[in-house]
């Protein structure tokens, strides 16, 4: 994982959208305030990894599935307050294909459950999607 000299960490994550436009996500409860925290998959970008790269890497050791024909949608500065840390990312947004027979674990390598995020749960309140404005993004790209 990299981090700039202010801390900044950069990350990469994957879009995965099904034809009814539900979104692949994994989440995880953040346990100061209890509220569920939802992100596509991806995670940090490693020194001389490209983005795309690093979500192709990330995709297959969280999820064993190989990613292919990785397309930067954009990119996002993101702060947030994660089990009373203070983390700050840049992260790199790319749409990915996953194979039509590809199937999906429960949960991530890391435990954290991975489901698709209906379209119309987008705007629930009891979810937190990050990074912040990344459905405002794609909603930009269609």
């Not at 990469?12 to 539900?22: E, F, K, L, M, S």
């Not at 991975?114 to 930009?140: S, Y």
Request: proline letters at 8%.
């Amino acid at each position: 994982m990299t981090a700039d000299p202010a801390g900044m960490r950069a990350i990469a994550i994957a879009i995965v959208r099904r034809a009814d436009g539900a979104l692949l996500v994994t989440s995880a409860t953040e346990p100061g305030t209890g509220r569920t925290l939802v992100r596509p998959p991806g995670g940090g970008i490693d020194p001389g990894e490209t983005a795309a790269d690093a979500v192709v890497r990330e995709l297959r050791e969280e999820l064993g599935v190989e990613a292919a024909r990785p397309r930067p949608l954009g990119e996002l500065e993101h702060r947030i307050v994660f089990a009373g840390r203070a983390l700050h990312e840049r992260v790199a947004i790319l749409a990915v294909d996953l194979p039509a027979d590809a199937t999906l674990p429960p949960t991530t390598d890391a435990g954290h459950p991975v489901w698709w995020l209906e379209r119309d749960r987008f705007d629930d309140a009891a979810l937190e999607i990050v990074p912040r404005g990344l459905l405002d993004l794609l909603d930009a790209e269609g």
